[in-house]
């Protein structure tokens, strides 16, 4: 008995030590919200910036600013070195083979809208594309679109009574005719994380063309794409410690080369006529305009950030953390889990709902508390409907957050019960 209490103990005091030990790298984090020590909850929304991060902005913005590709100056070539090291950085992240592999992009959502525009090249009437009702809406209503626009057939997978779409739901659905398998690598919901590899292969059995949705999977596991075989992976910088307005779409070399560009304008031409253009190989035919530089500077440096940490570590960490959070929220008869109850497969996400008591209004109470919590739809309607919701909280955790914060989160829960005359 005594040997379990010590364990526990220490296995506190050492959650504690590993999120006090980078907590002080948030400046965001030192300040109190309605009078209350601020509590972050909202990571899967969005993460804050280590000192690292918002210096190598700042650095960048004071000493180097301007454009890349387009100058001799020194100031010119400064950033091109700047931008194309950016890129580097992330390619090796990811495990991709080749720098130009790597197109910045604004964000998730930007990678996914490019892509759903430059395939229509390469999908016919009666086509099908195949994605799931977890899906957050950045992954519906582009291929909506083009399923409109060519005549296609947009089918989904849906999850199981654990929340998790079983393989076998993916091999009935996959046909001779689907060309494009849409998925993302963990639900921003329910933190289900989807074998993305075992349906990559699948997938690549009848020759259709995988796209992983990586914006709830790159900041917290440590991924491969060349280990995944994902033909296209898209991810945000603003989740994974970096600035917001900078993204990532990896894709596999051949297949970019194939796809015409999305956006049309400077920067992606190699020659351009009165009546005709040629586009610059890769990846700048995918890059038009000028690009988010200081973004890109930023994502390097939360890169840098993680790597120093270890994403293994930082899962461990979280997988704590929920795991204490799942086991006292099922102890709350009041308290209604939107998501796997176990830790196996999924990340640090936790929806939930207070019996009779609005998410919204949920939110707003413990924000009197100074808990920042997530409420609403998630920008994923479907699923919503499927687990008949109308909406539901959420907390999402990270490498900054304690078990102390989760304690503070629960008692706010009393809090909001009493506002609404459910005490004990």
């Not at 972050?40 to 804050?48: G, M, R, V």
């Not at 209604?336 to 939110?363: Q, T, V, W, Y």
């Not at 699923?383 to 008692?411: C, H, P, Q, W």
Request: glycine share 6%.
């Amino acid at each position: 008995m005594t040997s379990k209490l010590e364990s526990a103990v220490r296995e506190e005091k050492q959650n504690q030590e590993f999120a006090k030990k980078y907590k002080a790298d948030f400046p965001i984090l030192d300040q109190q919200i309605n009078g209350k020590e601020l509590v972050y909850f909202d990571n899967a929304a969005t993460t804050q910036k280590p000192v690292s991060v918002l210096d190598a902005v700042d650095n960048y913005n004071r000493t180097i600013n301007a454009n890349p590709h387009r100058g001799a100056h020194t100031l010119s070539v400064r950033a091109t070195e700047a931008y194309e090291n950016a890129r580097a950085k992330v390619r090796d992240f990811i495990n991709a083979e080749k720098s130009e592999e790597i197109i910045f992009t604004r964000n998730t959502t930007e990678s996914l809208n490019l892509l759903a525009n430059s395939l229509e090249a390469l999908v016919e009437e009666g086509d099908e594309i195949l994605i799931s009702v977890l899906e957050h809406h950045s992954n519906i209503l582009p291929w909506q679109q083009l399923a409109e626009r060519k005549n296609l057939k947009l089918k989904y997978l849906y999850p199981d009574e654990n929340y998790r779409i079983p393989l076998s739901e993916l091999k009935e659905k996959l046909t001779e005719k689907t060309k494009i398998f849409s998925i993302s690598q963990m639900s921003n919901v329910s933190g289900v994380i989807n074998p993305v590899k075992e349906m990559a292969e699948l997938a690549h059995q009848i020759g259709a063309l995988v796209i992983v949705d990586g914006a709830q999977g790159a900041p917290h596991l440590k991924t491969d794409v060349r280990n995944l075989d994902a033909d296209f992976y898209a991810f945000s910088g603003h989740k994974m410690l970096g600035p917001m307005g900078i993204g990532v779409l990896y894709g596999k070399k051949e297949l970019l080369e194939e796809l015409p560009p999305f956006l049309k304008g400077g920067g992606m031409i190699e020659y351009v006529k009165e009546q005709d253009s040629t586009y610059a190989p890769l990846p700048e035919k995918f890059e038009a305009g000028t690009p988010n530089v200081e973004g890109a500077v930023g994502l390097e440096a939360a890169v840098e950030y993680l790597e120093e940490i270890g994403l293994d570590k930082i899962k461990e960490h979280e997988l704590e953390l929920t795991e204490y959070a799942l086991k006292k929220m099922k102890e709350l008869d009041y308290v209604e889990i939107a998501g796997p109850l176990d830790l196996e497969d999924r990340g640090g996400i936790i929806s939930f709902n207070l019996k009779d008591i609005h998410s919204h209004d949920l939110a707003t109470i413990v924000d009197s508390e100074g808990i920042a919590i997530r409420s609403g739809h998630h920008c994923a309607q479907p699923l919503m409907k499927f687990y008949r919701l109308n909406s539901t909280g959420r907390i999402s955790f990270y490498l900054y957050n304690t078990k102390a914060e989760v304690d503070r989160f629960l008692e706010s829960l009393e809090k909001v019960r009493e506002v609404f005359g459910y005490g004990s």
